[in-house]
């Protein structure tokens, strides 16, 4: 296997955000003795030029893979992806994000190909959901590691419901999310330095949903409105669910966004779920303290008064907010901090080397 090149065909609905930057960074990480192509579905967060975000060998096909009760829309997302599966013959399928992982782990072993699965926040951990339906979307996520080849786990949290699910260890790998700390570096170094006057500016970054911790957020900005300014990198420039004083960006491209973060003073991440966030990793290694809320994979990564604050509520994430604003060593601190663990844990060299090893070993499971 290590003398031919290695066809990775990747699954993905959820294209955009997160994810989107997950496959960028893989993509880029192996390129040498790889062939990737990715299968996807255009969403609302999708921007129009995502294939600036990729290395130019990377070849893209678009598929409408969006959930639908429709059976004969299932049966052709299913027929589709097993004629791209058997006329693109790659060594491995890897399959992004529930949706995906469900058409793609069935067409992969139709089409008689190791697939693998990296869930990017399991569905069942939603907070939005009633409990039967998150028990169905439990069992359906159990019932799937019987028909998939791999899982591999983005962060922590995401590993141990993994390895509950499959039972089998041999199965689970766990693969940090990564970040280009030197696509970081050069971000950084245009912004402009920090200022220790009053006009602190304090945003977060993601969809404009209750999945990110809307209410906390508005809770916040609005009992500190006085004491900073606010911005939401990626809410439409006409949503009304924000207060008029919280500037908003627009989904934008990444590079645009890392600049957005860039120049804030503290970053807040109020997620409710999460499988492990890019925008909060990215925040950290460009030096911002960070106030997240209390959910594992936050924890996993947050150090309580080392490299940010945990709030287990909103009245707590005001608080811990308003103790960033009044102290700048502080800031400076917990931002160090946080760029240090990133460099630790999440270095571009170790994805490069998991998946490596992860590819390989799935290709070599089945003889071609």
Known sequence: MNTE??????????FGGGCLT?????TKSLTKNYQHTIVY?????????????FHEHVNFIPLNMKLSANPVHIFNTFTALRKIILKTNPHVVHCHSSIAGVFGRIAAKLAGVPSLYTPHAYAFLRSDIGPVAR?????????????????????DEEYFWALRLAGDKQKVFLARNAIDLA?????????????????????????????????????????????ASWIWVGAKTDSRELPDFVRRTGWVDNKIALSCVASMNIFVHPTRWDGLSYALLEA?????????????????VVQHGINGFVA????????????????????HQ????????????????????NYDTIYQNLANSIAR
């Open 183 to 227: 696509m970081i570096d050069a971000i950084n170094g245009a912004r402009t330095p920090e200022s220790e006057t009053n006009n602190i500016q304090v945003g977060t970054c993601g969809r404009l949903t209750n999945q990110h911790g809307l209410d906390w957020f508005v809770h916040a900005a609005t009992s500190l409105q006085a004491e």
């Open 41 to 53: 579905s255009n969403r609302n967060e999708t921007v129009n030029n995502f294939r600036d975000n």
């Open 22 to 26: 997950a496959l960028s960074f893989l």
């Open 312 to 331: 287990k509520n909103a009245d707590e994430m005001e608080q811990y907010i308003r103790a960033l604003i009044n102290d700048p060593e502080l800031r």
């Open 5 to 14: 090149q290695c066809k990775i065909l990747h699954i993905a609905e959820s």
């Open 284 to 300: 950290m290694s460009l030096h911002k303290p960070v106030v997240v809320s209390d959910i594992p994979p936050n924890r996993a």
């Open 135 to 155: 028990t169905g979307i439990k069992a359906i996520e159990w019932g799937l590691t019987k028909i998939g080849d791999g899982i591999a786990a983005c962060g």
């Open 334 to 353: 917990m931002g160090a901090a946080g760029r240090h663990y990133v460099e630790q844990n999440h270095s571009i060299d170790s994805v490069r080397q």
